[in-house]
């Protein structure tokens, strides 16, 4: 009884922390992407915008 | 719906508003700067953006300054390498990366939020935006403040250590401050903030000069920190908004 009260608990922190986790870090990866990229083309598509976030540029 | 389809969709939905406002916002106010110091970095050889083809035949030459010179090695672009044409193209990538850079930052912020289990309107959004905005403008902006093309500037990769670690830093400050109730807490947070400005970023090497005005920069900073603002606020309060609308 209390043991299926623990596993639901946890598996309902479970469900509300893995998806908040990997949206952080899907977030992280596409800032990431746009803001710090040094591929070439991926920095002189972004330029302006990198400027204007005050993402470190050049 | 499953809460990683509300975060996802609430983010998506928040990005595309808020990134729409800011390329106006940046339309208006730092891309005409940037364009005006492209020409300082470019020696007034008129077209325009330095990355473009025009640039190709001067090498993305500054002049023939000594200053400008050695600033060149850490500034060079291939020249070779592909980049939006001025005008519309040049704002239409503006956009999309304007977009994706608010679609990432809601995606950390609203599941920063989810994690941490406060309930969620446009308010506490803002709050959380406002938090945001300290650690990715304003903490990193202090040392390495929003630069104009052609200012003179330490190694990139240095330089995007230092902005990564004082946004970290920053924000796992913030977090301490605002979870944790104990004197502790508040004393690491406050260490937590000033660390990376004890430490230092960066510093562009001796004796470069800027190539546009002083005025110039010095307006640039502000612009972009206004804008900036504006994203962080916006950003803050629509995910607060929609996240408790999407929420399961």
Redesign the interface.
């Known amino acids: 009884m209390s043991a299926t009260t623990i596993t639901s608990s946890a598996s309902s922190s479970v469900s509300r922390f893995a998806p908040a986790l990997l949206s952080v870090f899907f977030g992280l990866f596409i800032v990431g992407f746009v803001g710090f990229s040094p591929m070439e083309v991926v920095h002189n598509a972004a330029h302006d915008a990198r400027h204007a976030n005050a993402f470190p540029c050049h | 719906m ?3 389809r509300s ?2 969709f609430t ?1 998506v939905l928040v990005g595309l508003i808020v990134g729409t406002a ?1 390329t106006l916002a ?1 339309f208006l ?3 005409p700067l ?1 364009l005006a110091a492209e020409v300082f970095e470019t020696g007034g050889a008129a077209d325009g953006h330095s ?1 473009a083809a025009g640039a190709a035949e001067e090498g993305h030459d500054h002049g023939n300054t000594a200053a400008a010179a050695t600033q060149a090695d ?2 060079h ?2 020249a070779d ?4 044409a001025d005008g519309f193209e ?2 239409a ?2 956009f ?3 977009v ?2 608010a ?10 939020m ?2 941490s ?1 406060t309930e969620s309107d446009w308010r506490r959004g803002l709050i959380w935006g406002l938090c945001g905005f300290v650690a990715f ?1 304003l903490a ?2 202090f040392g ?6 052609g200012t003179p ?1 330490a190694p ?1 990769f240095e ?2 250590v230092w ?2 670690g004082t946004a970290a830093s920053t924000a796992a400050g913030l977090a301490l401050l605002f979870f944790q109730r104990r004197p502790w807490a508040a004393a690491l947070a406050i260490v937590l903030i000033a660390l990376p400005h004890v430490i230092g970023a960066p510093v562009p090497p001796e004796g470069e000069q800027a190539l546009a005005p002083e005025a110039m920069s010095h307006r640039f900073v502000v612009v ?1 920190t206004l ?2 603002l504006l ?1 962080w606020s916006l950003l803050g309060a629509l995910s607060g908004h929609f996240r408790r609308r999407f929420e399961a």
């Open positions: 499953s809460v990683f975060l996802v983010s800011v940046q106010g730092t891309t940037i990355h850490d500034h672009h291939d390498a592909w980049a939006p040049r704002n990538y503006t999309v990366a304007n994706l850079t679609i990432g930052f809601a995606l950390v912020l609203n599941g920063l989810q994690i289990g403008m990193p902006g390495l403040h929003p630069e104009l093309p500037a990139l330089r995007q902005w990564i972009a804008t900036s994203f």
